[in-house]
């Protein structure tokens, strides 16, 4: 099939160019960095890094007929709002509830956790582990709510809520008392307050001020209130709360964030629910309000919203602040109230400290978000400003002995790039792929050596770090690694008051870096150090907040080299030439019917369904890429637009599992009723700074099995290779990875495989912009292969701009360097 190009305006599209504002797809945040994907090879020799303290292109058939290529646009049914990266929660677990009299505390910790022996009413012992503030003794009676697990065949109950059991009315309050609950009160105390408040002491027990008038000290009607609302109250504040419709483990959840003032909050302002509790979005907490009473125009219910609306689009969609305008349009949208009231709140949101209105953008930020923006541009003007340099003459000398002592084809645009990056105390290389970046960077850090300097080289993610490693041939790591979290200090161990020691740093893959990350590792640069950022900023922006490399680029304030000449090899030059037609904004092919090492499939019966697509897909990965002499479990990653629907990555990853890892009883494990095999590729899910494993990693698994948990119970885990770094698994922590045979093009960033199959259906097509398709044709090395609808595809070169990114990095750059 030739693809027949439209007419030129087809392809016409406007483009704002704003310091404030700019024109990107619209990714969701799982967390301020991406990570690695790529981990299914075998364990790579470690790259060394220590600080102290083969396919030519093949023909593929595309047998679409101009007229079956017409019966694939189909209307566009309405589509569920769906983020590209956003996790799909797992279903709420049905809890089980036992009853009984404690025989004796097993075990018990400061922080909480204890381990009892219950004797349940009308059965048997068993053991119940729960951390609570709750303490019980040998003889309470306990209710808790939880699920059964097994150790070496004995039942166990892990507690997710516990309770003390209470004789309802002021008979209960009084055993209460009585039972010895609260150190210092006995008998005749819960006599003398029982004596004087009668029936009316449920009222009293509630507040010290009451119980203080029945003659006992203020200090020991403080410890009573404090200890029924912290835990004898808690029966009859899980029914208040379960009326709202709230499952058991989000009443453990507020329990556990608000103890007993969680029903004032309720009480006062319920949608603070949506900022603190994971699981409850506005939606839910403003049903909460209104059930509780609360009106549709409530002062409190019309600024939460507005702190809630700022907070998901910035959150998710990689805005740094909005503009009013799109501020009072995306809450009003979720309070469906008149624009005047949004403005009012907004202004007494802005005045009560909780939205910053920046002159300098006009933008509305979050304060965190204003704080890293405004302190990343601050760092990178003083950088420019006072940075150090080196001379012309002598940064082209140790470039130009650089490039003869490593043997390097001479590009006389790497030369100056080099030169330019050496010389300045930041600076940054862009280019597309197969222009010599990584070449270039080589010929960097050779000649700083020259110069007696020490570089570090970083990258957001493993595997760029780890290719950045193999171009350059000087250790590499990722950012967070290379910034240290700290535990004790609570941030990161790098940072403005404790630099990193080296003088120079070269970062990678920059188009990745978010504007928070961008802040840390910007602080963490000497004063006497200087920087090197490199990237393609025609790639996605970062998943993150902000789109830190474009904006940099559009101030004109930092030195700019951009890399056009082509390097690579013939054997993979389709995929270069598919990604410049793309950024023209024209089909990858252009006319041509396949270009040599770059294919689009679009077989009509083979992408006629969800079901016969996924099969293709599966059948190209597991079948036709091993024919062509790569291997699909370390050479092939299939990406998607996508997380959800029939062709989203978690089908996809299904299926793939099946054809080429399937499980198997002796090395598969079952873990919150997913399975899991040695052999899978899986990816981390957030940063985890304990582990040590960061948003978008992506590993191998080891080993499975079965060992003790820390209530002595028996539960499955699984080991994931990292690139050399191994972390552990299990029931707690299980939702943190994901199978990863098939990934989103975002997850992708920074990651390079022999093989890149992209699915491209028309379903996607609301997530589909150059952008992206960018990203994920050039993600592939040797071999890519489009598989989807042809009109798909032309509707992704076409849209650039869907989505809008606000942000001010580079207008706070501009209105520096003219202040200075």
Not at 179 to 198: L, N, R
Not at 206 to 218: A, C, H, T, W, Y
Not at 503 to 509: N, V
Not at 628 to 644: A, E, N
Request: with cysteine.
């Amino acid at each position: 099939m030739h693809f027949k190009r439209p007419p030129a305006e087809a392809f016409s599209y406007k483009n704002k160019a704003s310091g404030v504002t700019s024109k990107a797809s619209t990714p969701n945040n799982l967390g301020n960095n991406q990570g690695d994907l790529f981990g299914a090879a075998p364990k790579p020799a470690s790259t060394g890094f220590s600080r102290p303290n083969s396919s030519s292109g093949f023909g593929l058939k595309k047998s679409l007929q101009p007229e079956q290529h017409e019966d694939i646009s189909l209307p566009q049914a309405p589509v569920a709002k769906v983020h590209a990266s956003q996790p799909v929660a797992p279903a709420e677990p049905t809890l089980q509830e036992v009853v009984g009299r404690v025989e004796r505390v097993i075990y018990e910790t400061s922080d909480g956790y204890a381990v009892y022996s219950v004797k349940i009413d009308g059965g048997k012992s068993t053991t119940v582990a729960v951390t609570s503030n709750i303490k019980a003794k040998r003889g309470d009676r306990i209710v808790a709510k939880g699920q059964w697990s097994q150790y070496k065949g004995k039942e166990t109950f892990k507690a997710a809520i516990f309770m003390m059991e209470i004789a309802k009315g002021a008979k209960g309050v009084v055993a209460w008392l009585k039972m010895g609950s609260v150190p210092g009160v006995g008998k005749s105390t819960a006599e003398k307050i029982a004596k004087f408040f009668g029936d009316a002491i449920l009222e009293a027990v509630v507040d010290p001020n009451e119980l203080v008038k029945s003659g006992i000290p203020m200090r020991r009607a403080e410890a009573i209130a404090e200890a029924w609302n912290s835990n004898a109250a808690q029966p009859e504040l899980i029914e208040f709360l379960g009326r709202f419709g709230l499952g058991e483990m989000t009443i453990a959840k507020i329990i556990k964030r608000y103890g007993a003032a969680a029903r004032r909050v309720i009480q006062t302002r319920p949608w603070e629910l949506a900022e603190t509790i994971d699981g409850i979005g506005f939606a839910t907490a403003d049903e909460i309000a209104l059930d509780a009473g609360h009106a549709k125009d409530s002062p409190a219910r019309l600024n939460s919203g507005v702190r809630y609306a700022l907070d998901q689009k910035t959150g998710r969609e990689g805005h740094c602040g909005l503009t009013m305008e799109a501020l009072v349009g995306e809450a009003r949208r979720l309070l469906q109230v008149d624009e005047a009231l949004i403005e009012e709140a907004i202004i007494t949101v802005v005045k009560e400290g909780g939205i910053v209105d920046d002159k300098v953008t006009g933008l509305l930020y979050t304060e965190g978000l204003y704080q890293a923006e405004s302190r990343l541009a601050k760092r990178l003007l003083d950088m420019v400003k006072s940075g150090p340099r080196i001379p012309e003459e002598l940064a082209r000398k140790v470039v130009e002995e650089a490039v003869v002592e490593l043997k390097v084809n001479r590009d006389d645009s790497q030369v100056n790039a080099a030169v330019m990056a050496v010389m300045n105390p930041i600076s940054i290389i862009t280019g597309g792929p197969g222009t010599g970046k990584s070449t270039t960077q080589k010929v960097i850090v050779h000649a700083i050596e020259k110069l007696e300097q020490e570089t570090i080289l970083a990258a957001p993610t493993g595997r760029a770090a780890k290719r950045l490693y193999e171009a350059s041939g000087h250790p590499a790591s990722t950012c967070h690694r290379l910034l240290s979290f700290s535990a004790d200090k609570g941030g990161f161990e790098y940072d403005a008051s404790n630099p990193f020691p080296e003088d120079r740093i070269i970062i990678d893959e920059f188009s990745m870096v978010d504007i928070r990350l961008g802040q840390a590792f910007m602080d963490a640069v000497s004063v006497h150090a200087a920087v090197t950022i490199v990237g393609d900023v025609d790639q996605l922006p970062s998943v993150g907040a902000g789109q830190v490399l474009r904006d940099l680029i559009e101030s004109g304030v930092i030195p700019v080299a951009r890399l056009q000449t082509v390097h690579r090899q013939s054997g993979d030059s389709g995929i270069v030439v598919a990604a410049a037609n793309i950024n023209a904004g024209e089909h990858p092919l252009n006319g041509r019917d396949d270009l040599n090492g770059f294919e689009v499939f679009s077989d009509a019966k083979a992408v006629g369904d969800p079901e016969s697509f996924a099969k293709t897909v599966v059948d190209f990965m597991s079948v036709k890429v091993k024919e062509l002499g790569f291997d699909p479990i370390s050479d092939v990653q299939v990406l998607s637009p996508m997380r959800v629907g029939d062709l989203g990555i978690l089908a996809l990853n299904q299926k793939l599992k099946e054809a080429l890892n399937p499980s198997s009883n002796a090395k598969t494990v079952e873990i919150r009723k997913r399975e899991f095999s040695v052999g899978d590729r899986v990816m981390h899910l957030k940063n985890d700074y304990v582990k040590k494993v960061y948003n978008g990693e992506v590993g191998t698994i080891l080993r499975v099995g079965k060992r003790p948990n820390k209530d002595n119970n028996e539960e499955p885990y699984l080991v994931v290779d990292y690139s050399g770094f191994e972390a552990f698994y299990g029931p707690d922590d299980i939702h943190d990875i994901e199978l990863a045979w098939a990934a989103t093009v975002h997850k992708s960033q920074g990651c390079e495989f022999p093989v890149v199959i992209f699915v491209c259906p028309w379903a996607h097509k609301h997530m589909l912009t150059r952008n992206l398709i960018y990203t994920a044709v050039t993600r592939a090395k040797k071999l890519c292969i489009v598989v989807g609808h042809d009109q798909a595809v032309l509707h992704s070169v076409r849209t650039t701009e869907a989505n809008e990114r606000f942000t001010g990095l580079s207008a706070r750059l501009k209105e520096g360097k003219q202040a200075a």
